[in-house]
């Protein structure tokens, strides 16, 4: 009966893990109506460096956006630690891709990083003392301490970047997400996020992490999720990383996902 | 106003119309090449260079002034550029900066002269389209016609012969440049008619309403044609549609309702031209908010039809032959009880998928079942669906407990190709991974 | 510190304006003479040394109200300016203040008389649909935001105006004052008309005080502030709703056209001062209300002025001047900065070539000028001022008119600049991968800003250097 029944209405609010820290249920996510993930089901080990490989336009950065509730879902459900975004936002960082901000914004690398600590103060009260030392605590923490009161257009790319983690850090969350950011940066920036990341690692941190890089991934990340519109692919890298899987990441095979998708797009629109 | 005079009402509509299809033909580059508000700059920045003119040459003959405002509006164009590059001061912004200083002094420099001429700054906004006819009298033309015509003629021209390169510079300037066409010098040219016309039209519909004889033409074809031929064609109906009827509502409409005198014809214009525009904003065949929101009616409609029809056909599948159809009221609480879905419904019937077991206690007791043509099309859905979940079971990391909210989603939309390319790729499987069979593909759904 | 300097930077500016607008006069005023004679006599009187008293010392009750009432919306426009500006939505204001004139127009109708309130309650009616059409229209695919502004400014504009063409033939007398919106008219401005500027502005400033915070994550970045739980939707409201604000209580004195260069000018002028927002802030609001200072000042002092084109021009004249002379971002320091590394650059190139060409004459020879235009194909007259340069910083010395010889201190610059240069290109050749042939004109370009800390890595990575290398491609001058 159950099975007769089954419509689409019901929609699998069921079991959340409440020890995990993200768990994706049935997302999908569509763009005027052209699903860009499919049926994405995830959970996400705690405490681990997690890296989410695939090639371009496979839904990488939809889907972190996704999860923090900046893009609306077209189903399913994200949890963390068993409640939903709006009530964990405390515990949830996020450092979205350097290009997506005007850098010649007037702003130094310490107002930029204080940001981090809005989403704690209530409305119309300003940052206080106890903020400024956050925020100065996260930029010593990834390295730019001197340049604290430079203006942000002055910085180089991969300082820029060190700032933007230094903001994810002071809002001191358990989980953070994170598009692209070794993207454009250079080596001693590269070698300071992955030292940052182990160091969250260290303190029980979830890190999900986008990555363009498939030959660093073995040795940056502890658990591998393999994206193209669906996941291929997810767990621990040494048993998830290999020839076969990323051949079907990468390989674009599956023509008939693209099929569907752009019938679902083209009979939406008309 | 009495009626209809040839006389006064035919020059009006006449200016109107040259000045509405010469701003709409250049409008239709501002608006692909993104540059509605360069529009809107020079026509406010004009000002200037027209005032110097007339305190230079003192007369309000055509040459001094048409050179001043060509001067102002390329003025316009670099001195924005320059801000833009050399200033970091975004784009927008940096229009804002120019036009609005040029345009205050040029209200200045007016102001000094308003004595000395009839260049009023009121006029300057909406023009003074209305009293054309009384500069016909003595002449056969009256010289703003000619002045427009002559405009009308320049743009026609250079849209003609510059066809091919103005289509290229303004979809892909880089492009344009390394097949050798001079995408920068199209561009200053573009800015150069825009002013040129700007001016030409200050005497008859005034600088604001410019802008959206520049502007409001192109979008609105923009929302109803996909090719620039067609595009242009139809921004020059909307332009005539535009001067015609709003000169008429000016000179009529405040009578119609019950109001003394007429009111300005320009102003008008640019009012049924924004009417127009809302029309096809609503109505645009494939870009319009109706048809947009009447194609998600549809989707939504075949999409519950659809759950309905593979819903009967499980509903047989698990029942052995002889039992009891299903009630309309269960179909209703399976599918989400909404007038939608009972609109749906009675779709189904009417079609000819669904037949109805009348029990005369009412609607919702009626027993609901599948005719042959029903049968067919539910066949194709469940074959659709469960090959969707083989499909992706065999690909895709995904519990099996989840497969079945895929397919749920995707079925509505896959054709029998893709049934086809799905079973090649499957080996032409008998039963889905929950283990039920999967029908075989039938002659026409 | 900020201020002074504009403050004297529009003192010129004043002088600059008293100066150029008569200038304009004598092409027309030699025309015609009667009428033309008039035409000066009434616009560009200079004014009596008492009228100026008058108007400076705020003797005058009505020239008190204009100037306070335009000052402070000078304030409270460049206040909320500054962010209408950083969130790229300051030209959302012209479709705005345009939006503006049907909500007057059917205010006066319904009403049949003027009252100012009631005919901005209309004003802010219309005008808030406008902006609400700006963003419904920008939700049609295929329309750009740049059109929709365009589309709202001119079709509402059209409308206003037709409802204007309407009671210009209603009545008589009464509608006269409407127009007065279109381009401002200061002068009509009364006490309680001064009184609502002042509110507003206070209302403003303290609304973007209070919210500075929000403000400031929404402008930089408004995806992070979402992800942080600020309501993005809702500071934009509060934003925008501020800005109708102040445009609505604006357009009598400056008019719904020029409004919205009180919104950007000021803002995009302080951005050339300084790189914080707070300063930015404040810089905008000096120069917004130095701006209305003046702008009103004038127009009183010169009869026939329109006030707001005026305050307009003021502005202007702050934005032209920032842009000039602000000390990091104008347009003279950067050129400065730009002619500066050029000249140094030279002078580094010069000494290189004089440390090679010393190379093959010996240490203190006496080196014939000719060689070293050779060594690097400069012209006559750039040489000859290389050469100037160079000795004034006492580098080199010239006994004899064909012949240089370096200065101790010249010598120990140039071997520097040698050896970096080379370093340099051994690290390209080593590590980079780059062919011998090819290095010489990369190490030309990165020798210039090799920072101590970069050459002792250099010298920690090419660890068998001592001293200033050989050419690893052969000297040029030799070649």
Not at chain 1, 164 to 182: G, H, K, T, V
Not at chain 3, 317 to 330: E, I, N
């Amino acid at each position: 009966m159950s099975n007769i029944f089954a419509s689409r209405h019901q929609n699998g609010g069921d079991d959340h893990d409440p020890a995990c820290p993200v768990s994706i249920h049935d997302m999908t996510v569509a763009y005027h109506r052209r699903p860009v993930l499919w049926d994405i089901d995830y959970a996400a080990p705690q405490g681990k460096l997690i890296g989410i490989v695939g090639p371009n336009g496979a839904g990488k950065s939809t889907l972190i956006k996704a999860c923090m509730g900046l893009l609306p879902l077209a189903s399913g459900s994200v949890r963390f630690y068993g409640k939903p975004y709006r009530a964990q936002r405390q515990i949830v960082g996020y450092v979205p891709q350097r290009e997506s901000v005007d850098w010649d914004f007037p702003a130094s690398a310490l107002d930029v990083v204080t940001m981090g600590r809005y989403g704690r103060l209530p409305w119309c009260i300003p940052p206080r003392r106890r903020d400024k030392n956050a925020a100065l605590a996260a930029l010593e923490q990834v390295g730019m301490a001197e340049f604290s009161h430079r203006q942000i257009s002055r910085l180089s790319g991969g300082q820029q970047q060190r700032v933007f983690l230094a903001r994810a850090l002071a809002q001191d969350a358990l989980i953070y997400f994170m598009d692209e950011p070794f993207a454009g940066v250079d080596a001693s920036t590269e070698a300071a996020i992955v030292t940052l990341l182990r160091a969250l690692k260290a303190r029980g941190r979830t890190v999900l992490i986008v990555h363009h890089d498939i030959q660093t991934v073995r040795e940056y990340f502890d658990e591998v999720m393999l994206l193209n519109m669906r996941i291929i692919a997810a767990g621990p890298v040494e048993e998830v990383f290999t020839q076969e899987n990323l051949q079907k990441t990468y390989g674009g095979r599956l023509t008939l996902l693209d099929k569907a998708a752009q019938a679902m797009a083209r009979i939406g629109r008309h | 106003m009495t009626g209809w005079q040839w006389d006064i009402d035919g020059w009006i509509v006449l200016a109107g119309i040259l000045s509405a299809v010469s701003c709409a033909l250049l409008g239709n580059y501002l608006v692909l090449r993104r540059m509605s508000l360069m529009g809107d700059a020079i026509s406010h920045a004009v000002l200037p260079g027209l005032a110097i003119a007339f305190l230079i040459s003192h007369s309000r003959s055509s040459v001094p002034m048409f050179v001043g405002a060509v001067s102002a509006g390329l003025l316009t164009a670099v001195l924005s550029q320059t801000v833009h590059r050399y200033g970091k001061v975004e784009h927008g912004a940096a229009m804002g900066v120019v036009f609005s200083v040029l345009f205050a002094l040029g209200l200045i420099l007016i102001r000094q002269a308003a004595d000395h001429v009839d260049l009023d700054p009121g006029c300057v906004l909406y023009g003074n389209i209305n009293q054309i006819p009384l500069d016909a009298i003595g002449s056969a033309l009256p010289p703003p016609i000619l002045n427009l015509g002559i405009v009308l003629l320049v743009n026609v021209a250079f849209i003609a012969l510059f066809y091919k390169e103005m289509k290229i510079s303004t979809f892909d300037p880089q492009l344009a440049t390394t097949v050798g066409i001079p995408a920068d010098l199209m561009h200053y040219a573009l800015m150069v008619l825009v002013s040129v016309t700007t001016v030409a039209n200050f005497e008859s519909v005034g600088s604001i309403l410019v802008i959206a004889m520049l502007i409001v033409p192109g979008v609105t074809a923009h929302l109803l044609t996909d090719r620039l031929g067609a595009m242009i064609a139809v921004s020059i109906i909307v332009a005539v549609f535009s001067a015609v009827v709003g000169h008429v509502f000016a000179a009529f409409g405040p009578a119609w309702i019950g109001l003394p005198g007429s009111t300005h014809t320009s102003a008008m214009m640019a009012v049924v031209a924004g009417g127009l525009l809302l029309i096809a904003v609503l109505l645009a065949p494939r870009h319009g908010v109706i048809s947009r929101a009447w194609h998600r009616l549809i989707l939504s409609l075949n999409i519950i039809r659809d759950d309905v029809l593979s819903l009967l056909l499980r509903w047989q599948e698990v029942r052995p032959e002889g039992g009891r159809p299903i009630r309309q009221a269960e179909v209703l609480a399976a599918i989400g009880d909404s007038p939608l879905t009972r609109w749906s419904l009675r779709t189904l019937v009417r079609s000819g998928y669904v037949m109805l077991d009348r029990t005369g206690r009412g609607d919702d007791a009626d027993g609901m079942k599948l005719t042959a043509s029903g049968l067919s099309r539910a066949t194709g859905l469940i074959r659709s669906h469960r090959l969707w979940e083989a499909y992706i079971d065999k690909h895709f990391k995904l519990p099996t407990s989840h497969l079945h909210l895929s397919a749920e989603r995707v079925e509505h939309y896959i054709t029998s190709e893709m049934r086809d390319e799905m079973s090649a790729d499957l080996t032409s499987p008998q039963h889905d991974p929950h283990g039920r069979a999967i029908p075989p593909e039938q002659g026409e759904g | 510190m900020y201020s002074l300097r504009t403050a004297r930077s529009l003192l010129a500016l004043a002088v600059m304006l008293l100066v150029s607008v008569p200038a304009a006069s004598p092409a027309w005023a030699s025309g015609e003479p009667s009428r033309s004679r008039s035409i000066t006599d009434t616009s560009l009187q200079w004014p009596s040394g008492e009228t100026l008293a008058r108007v400076l010392l705020f003797r005058d009750y009505n020239t008190r109200v204009v100037v306070i009432g335009t000052t402070l919306l000078g304030a409270a426009a460049g206040v909320i300016g500054t962010f209408a500006y950083l969130r790229k939505r300051a030209l959302m204001g012209d479709a705005l203040s345009h939006a503006t004139l049907p909500g007057i127009a059917i205010a006066f109708i319904l009403l049949g008389a003027k009252s100012l309130p009631l005919l901005l309650v209309g004003a802010t009616i219309t005008g808030v649909l406008g902006v609400f059409a700006v963003i419904g229209l920008r939700t049609i695919p295929r329309i750009r935001e740049d059109a929709a502004i365009g589309i709202v400014l001119s079709v509402f504009f059209g409308v206003g105006m037709v409802l204007l063409g309407v009671i210009q033939q209603m009545r008589t007398g009464q509608e006269a004052g409407l127009s007065g919106f279109i381009y401002g008219k200061a002068a009509a401005m009364l006490a309680a008309d001064a009184w609502l500027i002042g509110v507003a502005a206070i209302v403003v400033v303290a609304g973007c005080g209070l919210l500075f915070k929000e403000f400031r994550a929404v402008c930089f970045d408004p995806q992070f502030a979402s992800s942080i739980g600020v309501r993005v939707h809702l500071v934009d409201f509060i934003m925008m709703a501020l800005v109708v604000l102040t445009t609505v209580v604006g357009l009598q004195a400056v008019g719904l056209i020029l409004i919205v260069a009180l919104l950007i000018i000021p803002a995009a002028a302080a951005r050339f001062w300084t790189d914080d927002l707070r300063m930015m802030t404040i810089l905008s609001a000096v120069f917004g209300a130095l701006s209305g200072y003046f702008g009103s000042t004038f127009s009183a002092l010169l009869p026939r002025l329109p006030t707001g084109a005026v305050i307009v021009l003021c502005a202007g004249g702050v934005f032209g001047m920032s842009m000039l002379l602000a000390p990091k971002r104008g347009l003279l320091a950067a050129s400065y900065r730009h002619w500066a590394l050029r000249r140094n650059t030279a002078y580094q190139h010069l000494l290189r070539a004089l440390a090679e060409l010393e190379e093959q004459f010996g240490e203190g020879a006496e080196i014939p000028s000719a060689r070293l235009a050779g060594a690097r194909r400069w012209s006559p007259l750039h040489m000859r001022s290389c050469l100037a340069a160079a000795r004034r910083r006492g580098a080199i010395e010239r006994r004899e008119q064909d012949v240089i010889t370096l200065t101790p201190s010249g010598r120990a610059q140039a071997r520097r600049m040698l050896r970096n240069h080379r370093l340099w290109e051994l690290y390209l050749i080593r590590h980079a991968d780059i062919a011998p042939s090819h290095v010489d004109r990369d190490a030309d370009d990165v020798e210039h800003v090799l920072s101590e800390g970069i050459v002792r890595e250099l010298e920690d990575e090419l660890t068998d250097i001592t001293g200033v290398p050989p050419s690893p491609h052969g000297s040029r001058s030799a070649s």
